[in-house]
């Protein structure tokens, strides 16, 4: 016998088409046998089938219903977040508008208290200054009164006691007491 050699090396080499009719084959004989065996439900396989895909379907409603509420509730979530960015942004033009205020009402309160401070100074240079002329003789204060300036005067005497601004009064010009009373009586 002799053996040709050509026809072992074909024999052995597998060609591409036949591989894939090999594999296609078998994949149909997969689907013809599990085509009969739906059809003929064995192993009770129909039944179970119909109740893996209700099933399935079943579970796939719920998740749509469960996607929809999260939707929802994102939805919701993304509105009352932009109201409260909105009223944040209010809130934070508010503060900054009472931060002014404040400020502007802090530095008025600092120029009252320093004014303050003044006028309780002067008051108080006030009161030394009718106590020594009330300290004086009438006629002696009278005199000095009547070179100083008018307003000067009338505020002294106003913080004098009564019976010694009138005293100091009787000493003066009638008319430089008159006019000082009449300045008196003004504030």
Do not use: C, W
Not at 75 to 102: C, G, H, I, R, Y
């Amino acid at each position: 016998m002799s053996k040709k050699p050509g026809k072992k090396k074909e024999n052995k080499k597998a060609t591409p088409l036949k591989a894939v009719i090999r594999i296609s084959v078998f994949y149909l004989i997969l689907v013809i046998i599990g085509a009969a065996l739906l059809y003929f439900n064995m192993f009770n396989l129909r039944v179970k089938t119909i109740t893996v895909l209700e099933h399935g379907r079943n579970e796939y409603n719920i998740l749509l219903i469960k996607e929809k509420s999260i939707n929802e509730e994102e939805t919701k979530l993304n509105d009352e977040k932009a109201k409260f960015e909105k009223e944040k942004a209010e809130n934070d033009k508010q503060k900054q508008s009472l931060d002014s205020q404040k400020s502007e009402l802090d530095a008025k309160n600092t120029e009252l208290d320093n004014k303050e401070a003044q006028i309780n100074e002067k008051t108080a240079d006030m009161q030394k200054l009718v106590k020594i002329y009330e300290s004086m003789e009438a006629g002696q204060a009278a005199k000095i009164l009547e070179a100083m300036d008018k307003n000067q005067v009338t505020l002294i005497l106003s913080n004098m006691n009564q019976a010694k601004s009138s005293a100091i009064l009787a000493e003066m010009d009638p008319s430089t007491a008159s006019a000082l009373l009449s300045s008196m009586i003004k504030q």
